[in-house]
């Protein structure tokens, strides 16, 4: 029988070993105990997010189809004919910017392909803000896909499963992403911020040059620039709600205010980039 | 099967799933910006009352489960697990372990230890530590109420599972260590 000195530091000591044999255990072996851990739970997480999809059903199922026909009718009603504009008008700008390309001879940007996604479950803590959707490689998501939602910008696909994929939205501290100020062409950066309980999220923007000015009575948009080709120009990411100099006078720096709808988000799309034509 | 193999079992399974009904639960807490975080708790039964080959490697296993589903290097978690059931064995001998006080008492020093490592290991992407901190303090107070709140049932849960695959430790009393 071994000694109570020994017998004491037998958890340490195994601790130890497993410390090392998992220092030196090869990266594949890692990868492949992760991504089966990780497909193992995730039939359980969808199927929680198809029993909501179901509560809404039976939930919705509760009303009669008269109330729904006219609550349906009353959001429709306008948007019908605003939808029709906008989509004149994308057809003439698509029109316009493959007549400047083929003038000036630049390469032509880069297509998406839009995949809609479900959210089966948002992931907001203090390091990290992620959602899972449930769309995969099996879809054709691309690991770097930019994610939109009806609010602007929502993230970028960090993680992609056979069924499921990971979005790190961009309320999230490490997000970084390049940006201009809408009617401004020169790029400023964008970052995420950390989330306080019970306030909208919060972004933070730096290098603004020093003659743009925004105030929380008089906010300016902030917009993707397109540089770094992973989101599309133009896309809305918030809006400037305050600046300061910096201490070494050569740019500002200031807080964004971001779309509170990104903490509720349900439904995203996916922008898949499409293979450019040779 | 043998019993610390029934017990790994029954801990891994119950705790696992404690797990993922936590990210449901934060998923709806989500656009109030609140998280909660009960790593603690999954453990504490185990590390007090099992075999300590069972709840080490129900720890690891546990670990593994929670790694796979965040941005966190692969094994962080499993091994943060893994040494906090060392230190609870380590004095586990010394604590009155079949109160129910203690081991909640237990679950939320485990809890307040796990948050404090991650948040040490993440601090430095935040933009604001300030602001970051204060967003810890308020995910720390609401998650250890929490974990204060449910333990009794979840350790009741853990309990009934042992008693029920006839792995309960009532009927082999635990040694020091094993």
């Known amino acids: 029988m071994p000694s109570p000195r020994i017998d004491q530091a037998r958890p340490y000591l195994t601790l130890g070993i497993v410390l090392l044999a998992w220092l030196v255990l090869p990266t594949v072996f890692k990868r492949v105990l992760r991504v089966s851990f990780y497909e193992l739970q995730a039939p359980v997480e969808i199927s929680f997010s198809y029993l909501r999809d179901l509560q809404d059903f039976w939930a919705l199922k509760t009303r009669s189809k008269n109330e729904i026909i006219e609550a349906a009718r009353d959001q429709a009603r306008g948007l019908g004919a605003a939808y029709e504009v906008t989509l004149q008008e994308n057809t003439a700008l698509h029109a316009e910017i493959e007549r400047l390309e083929t003038l000036l001879r630049l390469p032509s940007q880069v297509d998406y392909r839009s995949e809609p996604a479900r959210v089966v479950l948002r992931d907001f803590n203090a390091w990290w803000q992620r959602i899972t959707i449930r769309k995969g490689s099996t879809q054709g998501i691309t690991v770097g896909s930019p994610v939109i939602y009806a609010g602007g910008v929502a993230g970028r696909v960090t993680e992609v499963h056979a069924y499921t994929s990971v979005v790190e939205l961009i309320s999230s501290p490490g997000v970084r992403i390049a940006a201009t100020f809408e009617g401004d062409t020169r790029p400023v950066g964008f970052q995420g911020g950390v989330n306080a309980p019970f306030v909208a999220p919060r972004g933070r923007v730096e290098f603004v040059p020093l003659d743009i000015f925004a105030t929380a009575a008089q906010p300016r948009r902030l917009v993707t620039s397109g540089l770094g080709g992973v989101y599309p120009p133009g896309l809305a990411l918030g809006r400037v709600v305050s600046l300061e100099t910096d201490t070494d006078g050569l740019f500002k720096t200031g807080g964004v205010q971001l779309d509170p709808r990104l903490g509720e988000l349900n439904e995203v799309v996916v922008l898949v980039p499409l293979p450019s034509a040779p | ?178």
């Open chain 2, 1 to 178: 099967m043998n019993r610390a193999v029934r017990q790994y079992v029954v801990i891994t399974v119950t705790a696992l799933g404690l797990a993922l009904l936590m990210r449901v639960c934060n998923h709806h807490l989500a656009p109030l910006h609140i998280s909660l975080g009960a790593g603690g708790l999954l453990i504490t039964y185990a590390a007090l009352r099992l075999h300590a080959k069972a709840a080490m490697a129900a720890a690891f296993t546990i670990g593994l489960g929670l790694d796979a589903a965040s941005p966190v290097p692969f094994g962080q978690n499993a091994l943060l697990l893994l040494t906090a059931v060392c230190l609870v064995l380590g004095v586990r001998h010394r604590l009155p372990r079949e109160e129910l006080a203690v081991g909640i008492a237990v679950a939320v020093v485990i809890n307040l230890f796990l948050l404090i490592a991650r948040t040490l290991a993440f601090a430095d992407a935040w933009p604001d530590p300030s602001a970051g901190w204060l967003r810890v303090f308020s995910d720390l107070v609401a998650s250890q109420v929490f974990v204060a709140l449910i333990a009794p049932w979840f350790f009741s849960l853990q309990r009934h599972s042992l008693v029920w695959l006839g792995a309960d430790s009532v009927q082999t009393p635990v040694t020091r260590y094993g």
